[in-house]
């Protein structure tokens, strides 16, 4: 039993001992996936706010540059391809990312294979590191059940700030972006005239891609109901679809190999309403505080990918029993006929933007 005597000097032991020592450089890494380098853009906006002192390297790819701007970060540039490729080019890396800086702490935020030989190196040379904590196995066992019906899991932005907690910050959850606060853009699309619509129905998965025919009913009643719609793509048979609508409709332009991504970004920041899938397009929206109405079919926002910031009740879904069938919509659908997206119905979701933009 502890006596008050010992507790009060326990107590006075503590307050007498020396704030711990923070880093005063740390470097962040993550290479991919795109919506999931977007989130950390969330991370850092809040963490820069807390310690604008302390100084911050993202280590990503350059193509993603985009999401960091304005935010006072530094970004080193990792290019996979050649200089940063195979067993060499992670030796390069860890050079590049230590020469000329006095890095005293490294974030993982992928714990990806080449992360982890990097965060190994990191700690070999003396820095502190902390990694993420994907939640992979509370994932899994929300796979295959209402996950809707329990307890969101946390949040992939919020697990980014555990790991920068992790190393002995401390600071709040970022707060979500607000239109009129967020970084002034110029529209790459001219003078806007009327209302403007976005729409993302492409994914890496087919599980989370709108199926086509439902996708060109959709641009339709867009095309009727907006002074103009913009169809956010890659390339290959996306940008043939959107090129497609583009030829159709006088008021519908494909932005695939018209803007860039930072361009792509600047045009979301100006539009009035995204319509997305669970995809890159939603994060981006995200970092300009677009509305979005966004479309799950295989994957599930309470497993902690919702755009950060936006409100489950603008998601559009099919309470089904399957749902979701796997965490990142990578799975094979079952029967075969993705009920869960033909459930929402381009009337549903041209209701819904209409309500967005009205509201």
Known sequence: ?????????????????????????????????????????????????????????????????????????????????SRHN???????????????????????????????????????????????????????????????????????????????RELGFEFDDPTPVLREQSVKRENPMGEKKGRWIGFAPFSAHTGKTYPEDMSRQLVELFAADYEQVF??????????????????????????????????????????????????VMHMASLTGTPVVSVWGATHPALGFLGWGYDERNVLQADMPCRPCSVYGDKECKTGDYKCLRAITPQMVADKVKEMVAG
């Open 1 to 81: 039993m502890v006596t008050s005597s010992k507790k009060a000097k326990n107590d006075e032991k503590k307050q007498n001992q020396k704030p711990k020592k923070l880093p005063r450089h740390i470097a962040v890494m993550r290479l991919s996936a795109m919506g999931d380098v977007a989130m950390m853009a969330h991370t850092l906006r809040a963490f820069v706010e807390a310690y604008s002192d302390v100084r911050v390297t993202v280590v990503t790819r350059k193509l993603f540059v985009p999401f960091f701007e304005g935010l006072g970060v530094e970004v080193l540039e990792v290019d996979t391809k």
């Open 86 to 164: 195979g067993i060499k080019g992670l030796w390069r890396l860890f050079g590049d990312i230590r020469r000329g800086r006095k890095i005293d702490a490294f974030a993982d935020l992928h714990s990806s294979v080449r992360s982890r030989v990097i965060r190994w190196l990191m700690r070999l040379s003396g820095c502190k590191v902390a990694s993420i904590h994907k939640g992979r196995v509370e994932k899994w066992f929300r796979v295959g059940y209402n996950s809707h019906n329990g307890v969101p899991l946390k949040h992939t932005v919020v697990r980014y700030c555990d790991v920068l």
């Open 231 to 280: 169809i956010h793509s890659g390339g290959g048979s996306e940008a043939e679809f959107a090129q497609q609508m583009e030829a159709k409709y006088a008021n519908v332009v494909a932005l695939n190999g018209k803007v860039k991504l930072a361009g792509e970004l600047n045009l979301i920041a100006h539009l009035d309403c995204v319509v997305s899938m669970d995809s890159l």
